[in-house]
């Protein structure tokens, strides 16, 4: 047979006044508007694709959709994308794309294209446009629901759009179909997407979907339009009527191109006006496969023969013979196939009671060989809500059981191919959606099914021979390349469940994700195991996303910078000025140091600590975190948070406090300000800050709803500029003068409002990170920058001098106050920290019955300690090993065991030697001893003290 266009003269849902060019592993081809790339390369003839995966097979178009188990495209552009499957990707003039052996590769390129997502809710979403799904919504449309109708690809139609036209019952229901969905799309309150695929069902009826908005466009999305948009969907009510996909026969030799489903060459034939070949054979295991048999024989293929598994000829089977004179094969099968590069013939056998070939086989002569084995209801959506499945013998699959509550199927989803049965079932389920979401409907009685035709399925035709190991052309999953012999061995491990052989042979494991392969390995599991039916092993999970979404369409516009946003205080351009180096804190740029010329970061952080701890210093403390506490039972929260006592804290008090997770870890600190009887005011970490808030809020919602508590986010609403050193007082009393801050009218962790020499309103804290006197002044953020500049002006008679987070750093580790999340991990305590002072014994707060486990009150376990080098030289970096001294360090004496590590090393100008801060096994009880710290490749010494290693008494903080 050579080679022709396959293109029929007429018919089809494609716009043959427009060609579209495209190219295709370098192969020059012309398409029309309609077409998928699939349906473009098929019209220009029988051609094979890209080899498989793994076995280097010559492999071709099965499937029409998404069913299709490979075919895969790079599609070239401004950023390529891979893995794309020829069956769904809609040809584009200038479209340039090679196919893909099952494995793809990124491409670096940031992708230019835009990515969304919306966010809606609905009384009643439709997932599947078909009959069913079309007469779902008309239904609760005219309830008065709010609908939204989702369909995976360009029409709305479903099945219906593979029917050939006519005057039959099924060309009347496809005119039905389009006028449908000109009455939805009248609708104001109904809503249909295209190209958009619900691939996620989540509960309370959350609904993930992706839509496709430029695949008919181009590659390029036009000024406005994303490629991609991501609805998140919450739905009152759902109706499932997401069809039913064909499956695959599985004899020797099944994988040759020209092997296709049979409901997919229809839908060539009648979608695309391609004849996928010149002379068929249909292998079939019931009637469905004799619709596609009959449009052959009308497109003028010749169909030299259909092989029915079944014995007897049904209905359907007779009327096909007689008006077509197509041999009709009764209890046959097709047991292998023949060709190089394509299918160029089959062989025939009868088959015996048992399903086996017996007999001489028949050798027929064709190109395209037509495969039905039987319908797979597409339960993936159903499944995901935990939905139930059972085994239902006359249809020969598996089909939703218990019903998921908010949630409504009908058509094929439940096993109901007929299209009345699908309408009638569609029209029930939408009402019923649209009264359940309190809508006014009238909800018509059950529809009563029809019997099911018979069918006769073939899990597995057998090969030459009676060792399932030999038959290793068998392919259960191609696109994996999985065989019958692959099955068999997994068997002959001992695995039985399918979840145990999906893993041990990565069947359903690629892009398809087992829509074809799935129920057809069950069915050879079985066929292998003596079970009897599919039904006894159970399915594998089935787990969102049911078809594959770009990681860029999860991220939506939060790429780049957005991903992570900037934030910046109110004194940020002030910092600019003033020369200083940033760091991200957080999502915050905080001043690093402020270098002078020529200065490294080591001098200019040793001039800002000298600045800091004997003349004045000041710094923008803006990025705490900052919530206001209020309500009357605010205080009680408050000590049920924190690990120490916050309900009897006086008004114009502020209290340092430490809050634990329900394992009593460190989860954040803070120093919290008691405003009023009702209302604190709690300072949180920088990068903790939102962290916190959610963790109040779940508290409160989740298990003290009782409580009266407000908790409000105020962290951008406030700039506040610390003022440290032993001359702090005098430059707030400049800038302050109406306040007394003497040190007995304005003590350590006292707070005041007040209003600054410029008229503006602060409050005034006496808090101290560096144990030095010092303020924290907050004021509104609009005058962040102006307070900034007058605690500057102020303070110039003094020396004052900015400083930074690394200074910051040096001060507060020489004073032993650690920084949740540099100094812990996760796994501190409290107690480990050396913290039992914060810690209440006389009331119940959040993780307290964890601190006393036996695990957390071991004595080996990691205390925070300060190390000094023993050569008072070396510097001790930040995640540094510390082992025992002795410990030997070469890989041939094995592993080494690790004492603990350094959390925050230092150069400390006022110890005037590098330190270290440390979490060390049993630490608190080493301390005086000598251990050795790993830096780099060099063991050093260093002498294990008390955290506290500047101005332990305390003497400096008031000044």
């Known amino acids: 047979m050579t080679d022709r266009p396959a293109r029929l003269p007429h018919g089809g849902r494609i716009d043959r006044t427009t060609t579209l ?25 029988p051609t094979a694709t890209a080899p498989s995966l793994h076995r280097g097979r010559p492999r071709g178009i099965v499937g029409a959709g998404v069913e299709d188990p490979g075919t895969l495209l790079r599609i070239e552009g401004p950023c390529a994308e891979s893995m794309l499957p020829a069956t769904t990707v809609e040809l584009y003039d200038g479209l340039r794309a090679t196919t893909l052996t099952g494995r793809g590769r990124l491409d670096p390129t940031p992708d230019p294209a835009v990515y969304d997502k919306k966010y809606v809710h609905t009384d009643v979403l439709v997932v599947g446009a078909g009959p069913a799904g079309l007469a779902a919504a008309a239904a609760a449309g005219r309830a008065g629901a709010r609908v939204l109708l989702i369909e995976d690809r360009p029409d709305t139609g479903g099945a219906l759009l593979a029917t050939a036209p006519g005057d039959g019952p099924e060309a009347a229901a496809l005119t039905w179909a389009t006028a449908t969905r000109a009455a939805l799309d009248a609708e104001p309150e109904v809503r249909v997407l295209t190209r ?131 041999p009709v094969l009764t209890g046959s099968a097709v047991t292998g196939t023949s060709g190089t590069d394509r299918l160029d013939g089959v062989t025939v056998r009868p088959l015996d009671a048992a399903g086996r070939p017996t007999g001489p086989g028949t050798a027929l002569t064709c190109d395209l060989l037509a495969v039905s084995g039987g319908w797979s209801p597409v339960v993936h959506l159903h499944s995901q809500r935990r939905g139930a499945l ?133 069915g050879v599991l079985a066929t292998l195991q003596g079970a009897d039916s599919p039904g006894a092993l159970g399915t594998t999970t089935y787990r969102a996303p049911y078809t594959p979404v770009a990681f860029a369409a999860l991220a939506g516009r939060e790429t780049g910078a957005l991903y992570d946003p900037v934030r910046r205080t109110a004194l940020h351009q002030g910092h600019m000025a003033r020369g200083a180096v940033f760091e991200d804190v957080g999502q915050w740029k905080r001043p690093h140091f402020y270098p002078r010329p020529g200065e490294d970061m080591d001098a ?63 989860v954040d600190d803070g120093v919290t300000l008691r405003l009023a009887d009702d209302r604190y005011f709690m300072t949180t970490t920088t990068g903790n800050a939102a962290a916190v808030l959610d963790r109040l809020e779940e508290w409160l919602q989740t298990e003290w709803p009782e409580l009266d508590v407000t908790c409000t986010s105020v962290t951008e609403q406030w700039a506040t500029v610390a003022v440290v050193g032993p001359r702090s007082r005098a430059v707030v009393a400049r800038l302050a003068p109406a306040l007394d801050i003497g040190r007995e009218a304005f003590p350590f962790m006292a707070v005041r409002e007040t209003v600054l020499a410029s008229g503006v309103p602060a409050r005034i804290c006496r808090i101290s990170f560096s144990g030095e006197l010092a303020y924290e002044i907050n004021v509104s953020a609009w005058y962040g920058q102006a307070v900034w500049d007058q605690v500057e002006a102020a303070g110039r008679p003094e020396g004052i001098t900015p400083y930074g987070t690394e200074a910051m750093h040096v001060l507060r580790a020489e004073k032993g106050f650690l920084i949740v999340g540099q100094d812990t991990d996760g796994t501190v305590t409290p107690l480990d920290a050396g913290m039992d002072w914060v810690v209440s014994r006389h009331k119940d707060f959040i993780g307290k019955r964890s601190l006393s486990r036996p695990d957390t009150v071991r004595p080996d376990r990691h205390h ?74 060099t063991p050093v010494p260093v002498v294990v003290s008390s955290p506290v290693l500047y101005d332990p008494e305390g003497t400096r903080r008031d000044g």
């Open 604 to 666: 200019a952080v040793a001039r800002e600590c000298r600045a800091a701890r004997e003349g004045v210093a000041f710094m923008d403390a803006s990025t705490l975190g900052k919530i206001e506490i209020r309500g009357a039972d605010a205080g009680e929260f408050l000590n049920r948070v924190y690990t120490n006592g916050f309900k009897k804290l006086r008004p114009g008090l502020a209290r340092y406090g430490v809050m634990c997770g329900e394992d009593g870890m460190i």
């Open 21 to 45: 060019r495209f190219t295709l592993d370098g192969r020059e081809l012309t398409g029309h508007p309609g077409d998928t790339v699939a349906s473009a390369l098929l019209a220009h003839g």
């Open 196 to 326: 958009t695929c619900a691939f996620g069902a989540y509960d309370g009826n959350y609904v993930l979907a992706l839509q496709r908005r430029t695949d008919h466009l181009g590659a390029a999305a036009p000024a406005g339009v994303s490629r991609q948009r991501l609805w998140h969907i919450r739905a009152r009510q759902v109706v499932l009527a997401t069809g039913a996909h064909e499956r695959p026969l599985v004899f020797a030799d099944n994988d040759r191109p020209g092997v296709m489903l049979a409901h997919a060459v229809r839908a060539y034939l009648h979608r695309y006006g391609v004849l996928p070949g010149r002379r068929a054979v249909v292998a079939t295991t019931g009637d469905s496969a004799y619709a596609t048999a009959a449009d052959l024989v009308a497109a003028g293929c010749t169909v030299a023969a259909v092989a029915d598994s079944r014995p007897e000829l049904t209905a359907t089977a007779r009327e096909f013979h007689d008006g077509t004179g197509v």
């Open 390 to 522: 059972r085994w239902d013998a006359d249809l020969a699959a598996f089909v939703p059981g218990a019903a998921v509550d908010g949630q409504h199927l009908a058509g094929a989803v439940r096993g109901t191919y007929d299209t009345a049965g699908c309408l009638a079932e569609g029209a029930r389920a939408g009402a019923l959606a649209a009264s359940a979401a309190g809508c006014a409907a009238t909800v018509p009685p059950p529809h009563r099914p029809q019997a099911p035709a018979p069918v006769r399925p073939l899990w597995l035709i057998p090969g030459d021979g009676d060792d399932p190991a030999a038959w290793d052309t068998h392919f259960v999953d191609l696109q994996r390349d999985v065989t019958v012999a692959d099955l068999h061995r997994a068997a002959g491990t001992g695995m039985r469940g399918a979840e145990h052989i999906k893993r041990y042979t990565t069947l359903g494991t690629g892009h398809d994700q087992g829509r074809t392969s799935g129920v057809n390995a069950l």
């Open 864 to 937: 925070l300690v300060a190390l000094i080098p023993a050569d008072r030289r070396t510097p001790l970096p930040e995640g540094t090993q510390i082992v025992d001294r002795g410990t030997p360090l070469t890989p041939q004496d094995g592993p080494v065991p690790m004492l603990g590590h350094i959390t925050s090393g230092y150069r400390s100008p006022a110890l005037g030697h590098p330190f270290a801060l440390a979490l060390l096994a049993g630490g608190r009880d080493r301390i005086g001893d000598q251990v050795v710290a790993v830096v780099g490749d």
